[in-house]
């Protein structure tokens, strides 16, 4: 089988090229393998397990159920309300939704991370990503494995809390209505820059600040090792606790 083309919906289709599913109602699929994916739902869509050899692209007009979803190339799934996954793992991840939560067990990435959902929340529970994370929620609460490295972090109605479990962590820029909590248990953490009502900063080994960071209320700072100040860094009330301090000659504290 060359490709298939299906309107309705389906319990398992196994297509050897190109996979196309559009129905205007809900879908459900128990198992999909394809060498490309296209599939579109009006309402909601549950997909149990994928292995897509391409592409993947799949929209939901409402939610989105995924249990193990895989493609080797790009991986786009967008649901108009909440989308849950148990695992995610592409060439490229983006994933987004418009009024609820994106939640996500595990998700591997051996490109860049798009993780969207400006009316809900972003959880993931790990996260692996080679290259660059985008994260926009109302809050975002990420744990991954290995180093992380966020283009964008954005909490719009609360918390963004990022921890790097077994890596070094980078935010290269963190904004958060209420806490931006960002911890490296285990290797060195760099702040670009940072807005926040209250920012903590905790690694195992260094911490920098590299550019302009601002708490409105509590700013505190935890290294085991260095911490340095690069940056215009500024809080209504400043702790930090470190083997050492060095403040660079574009730093500055309170």
Known sequence: LIAAVIDGPQSRMTAGGALT???????????????????????ALAIDNAVIGGNLAATAGT????GDVRASGAGLLVAGTGLTATRLQGGSIDVRTTTGNLTVDT????GTTRLAAPGGAVIVNALQSAGAIDAVGRSVVVSGSGGLNFANLQATAGDARITATAGDLIVQSG????????????????????TAAAIDLNALSA??????TSASGDFSLTAGGLA????ATTG???VLRSADIAIGSGG???
């Open 107 to 110: 998700n591997i990435s051996a």
């Open 228 to 231: 340095t100040i690069d940056g």
């Open 252 to 254: 500055r504290l309170g």
């Open 175 to 194: 904004l958060a209505s209420n806490a931006l909590l960002l911890s490296a248990p285990a290797g060195n953490l760099t702040l670009q820059q940072g």
């Open 207 to 212: 911490v920098r600040v590299a550019g302009a």
């Open 63 to 66: 939610n989105m159920l995924l």
């Open 21 to 43: 599913s559009n129905s205007n109602g809900n879908s459900r699929f128990g198992t999909i393998a394809a060498g490309s994916g296209q599939i579109n739902a009006g309402a």
């Open 236 to 238: 209504a009330t400043m």
